[in-house]
């Protein structure tokens, strides 16, 4: 069964810091890895998602990356502003025509201003 | 578009009680799927559903639970009877088929926090 980590569980960081989150999952067939932003009482937000065959995704201060044969995948984020304060999960789609995806359980992100 | 919408978006009631959670998924979204999220077990897959057909249900957590998706626009999510424990924050989300580039990106909706007292 695959399960999905994420470390640390919180992270509270200076504004203007470049900051990483750590994602592992134990099954590497998947066939893709997302990661999602919560901020507090809201749903979830996809801010970025991999393909399998791809090493890495980037979308303004943020760049996923992905080794697939690792099971490890980092989501970096460059010059944090307060408003990155939020959760931040990822979720891996196994290998297959299942749609499910597996949630790690997050990594809470404070921004100080 | 709006995006997922889901009512109501706070319940209260009370054990032994029965609950109907609501959502409507994006137009032309062929997947649905309910989750379930609480701080001991993060969130977790309850059911999905493609083109308005259950497909996995295993995440029910028993047969108190119950979910339908009548029509490609509206889903309900139904608790008979309600124990304290299943107090949580209820999330629905669709899918495309395939999405631009072929990506199959959920989108969530706000939840509905129930709370059974």
């Known amino acids: 069964k695959q399960e999905v980590t994420q470390i640390p569980a919180a992270l509270s960081v200076p504004e203007g810091e470049n900051l990483v989150l750590n994602c592992s999952f134990t099954d590497s067939a998947i066939y893709n890895l997302q990661w999602f932003r919560q901020d507090p009482g809201k749903g979830l937000t996809s801010l970025l998602l991999?393909?399998?065959?791809?090493r890495e995704q980037t979308s303004g201060r943020l760049n996923a990356s992905l080794d697939k044969s690792s099971g490890r995948s980092t989501l970096y984020i460059a010059a944090s502003q307060p408003g990155d304060s939020a959760t931040y999960l990822c979720a891996v789609r196994e290998a297959g025509s299942a749609r499910q995806l597996t949630f790690g359980s997050g990594t809470q992100l404070t921004v100080l201003p | 578009d709006a995006g997922v919408i889901q009512s109501p978006r706070h319940e209260v009631t009370e054990m032994g009680q029965e609950v109907t959670l609501r959502c409507k998924p994006i137009s032309g979204h062929d997947y649905l799927f309910w989750y379930r999220q609480t701080m001991m077990r993060g969130l977790e897959l309850l059911i999905y559903?493609?083109?308005?057909?259950?497909?996995?249900d295993s995440g029910m957590p028993e047969d108190r639970f119950s979910a339908k998706m009548p029509n490609a626009s509206f889903s309900t999510l139904k608790i008979q009877p309600s124990e304290p424990r299943d107090s949580a924050v209820y999330f629905c989300a669709s899918s495309p088929q395939n999405g631009r580039g072929g990506t199959d990106t959920q989108y969530f909706g706000p939840g509905t926090r129930l709370t059974v007292l």
């Open positions: 559903f493609n083109n308005n057909v259950p497909i996995d």
């Open positions: 991999i393909q399998s065959s791809q």
